[in-house]
């Protein structure tokens, strides 16, 4: 069973599933992946924790982390990028495989670019926690790709964007983000990196160019999922 360890934020956790769900080849609801979903709204702020602004929310993340072991799960997802800060501890304190959502960001990075023959120039659109952490440069550039964020003012936009989707307010979010994309890929990026989950609902739609590619800890989860049990 995919224990989703989610509620950062829980729009983003229901779009995580949405993914799961189309990705699955399935013809019935049998054919479906087994899913125990923890929406732990109450773990505190990650962006904050990493910033020094705010609480630790390890410990949150590792009973939400025991939740889902004690339900049956047998394989974790985070669909929140921040999150995975934390991701080396929450792995110390389970037997069960994490799934590492930047991992995966990069393995989909180097087979897209390797099949189109597009360079590794990649724009990240992230938290101030993800691009403090240093997760996405020192992961990415094992596959020989470069990442490139925002300057301080479009990084400030992207922030305030990824508070208006917690917000729902996502209609206002949708132009500060696309204003990013579009000066990532004037400065020479070949693709932008989704790098916050809040970031697909506002700019679901807006990429005609192909340019964007989603953060997410591969929806069919690959090899994983196909290890997965399915009902009968």
Known sequence: MLGVLGGMG????????????RATPAGRDQDHIPTLVCSAVDIPDRADAILGTGPDPLPALRAALARLEAGGATRIAIPCNTAHHWHAALQAATALPILHIVDAVAETLAETLARTGSGGRIGLLATDGTLRSGLYPERLARHG???RAPDEAGQAAVSAAIRLVKA???AEATPLLEAQVRALAEAGCDRVVMACTEIPLALAGSDPSGLL???ACRPDCRVDAAALPRAA
Request: net charge neutral; with cysteine; hydrophobic share 65%.
């Open 145 to 147: 790709l470069a990442c």
């Open 168 to 170: 729902d307010r996502v």
């Open 10 to 21: 829980p729009m983003a956790t229901v779009d995580f599933l949405a993914k799961l769900v």
């Open 213 to 215: 590619v989603v953060a």
